[in-house]
């Protein structure tokens, strides 16, 4: 599991950074409605980077693979989520566009694993 506290620390780093590359070098570059994109690819991705490392906290405290499946779900999710939100944000390239809903199916299905393992045990 430390290769995922290793990559929720690397997303919630790269997370400011694409946050202040938006607040700073696209305002102004960017009509609004890529604008709230990208700034909802660096929101989800911050708020999950979060979820990554409480996944490795519940880990280390009770270890099961159902939290393993989890992280890994929500890693793949904002990957594709996210950066599928900054490619159509930076490109214009509408065919990004339905991956973002495919990498939002994979971040809820980490949650139900979540939900899954906690009523399957005590944290």
């Not at 944000?89 to 979540?114: H, K, N, S, V």
């Amino acid at each position: 599991m430390n290769w995922i506290l290793t990559s929720g620390a690397f997303l919630a780093m790269t997370g400011v950074m694409l946050g202040a590359f938006a607040a700073h070098g696209l305002k102004g570059r960017l009509d609004e409605s890529l604008m709230s994109a990208f700034q909802t690819g660096v929101q989800y991705q911050l708020w999950h980077s979060l979820a990554l490392i409480l996944l490795v906290l519940l880990y280390r405290h009770q270890p099961q693979p159902m939290l393993q499946w989890s992280a890994i779900s929500i890693l793949v999710g904002v990957v594709l989520f996210s950066g599928s939100l900054y490619m159509l944000a930076l490109t214009g390239m509408r065919f990004f566009g339905p991956i973002t809903p495919l990498g939002g199916l994979i971040m809820i299905f980490g949650w139900l694993l979540l939900v899954i393992a906690s009523i399957r045990s005590t944290f």
